[in-house]
């Protein structure tokens, strides 16, 4: 089994900047591609941003790409997601998930899956 836990949310002003982690336990989560997934109010839950095992690759929804980064410290056995340039539509909250699918992209896809980390933020 893995458990993750998500930090890093808060509140901040539109074109500010946040950095998620997403620590992994129970056991190693370097095999694993990790994805960092969002759901707003009365939305669904929408993909982000995943990264392969090795951290080679990494994969953006076109709606964070070029201001989200989503990066890995396998010997930490944690995963980031750096989110610049934040905008009030990326009020939401955000989950961290550990699958064997690279580029996975549905929610299906991913096996474990943290509670989550609110983000807000304002105008």
């Known amino acids: 089994q893995v458990q993750l836990v998500e930090s890093g949310g808060g509140l901040v002003q539109a074109g500010g900047s946040l950095r998620l982690s997403c620590a992994a336990s129970?056991?190693?989560?370097?095999?694993?591609?990790m994805g960092w997934f969002r759901q707003a109010p009365g939305k669904e839950r929408e993909f982000v941003a995943t990264?392969?095992?090795?951290?080679?690759?990494?994969h953006y929804a076109d709606s964070v790409k070029g201001r989200f980064t989503v990066s890995r410290d396998n010997a930490k056995n944690t995963v980031y997601l750096q989110m610049n340039s934040l905008k009030t539509e990326d009020t939401a909250l955000y989950y961290c998930a550990a699958g064997t699918t690279y580029p996975g992209r549905r929610s299906g896809e991913y096996n474990y899956w943290g509670q989550g980390t609110q983000v807000t933020v304002s105008s």
């Open positions: 129970g056991r190693t989560v370097s095999t694993y591609a």
């Open positions: 990264i392969i095992w090795s951290g080679a690759l990494t």
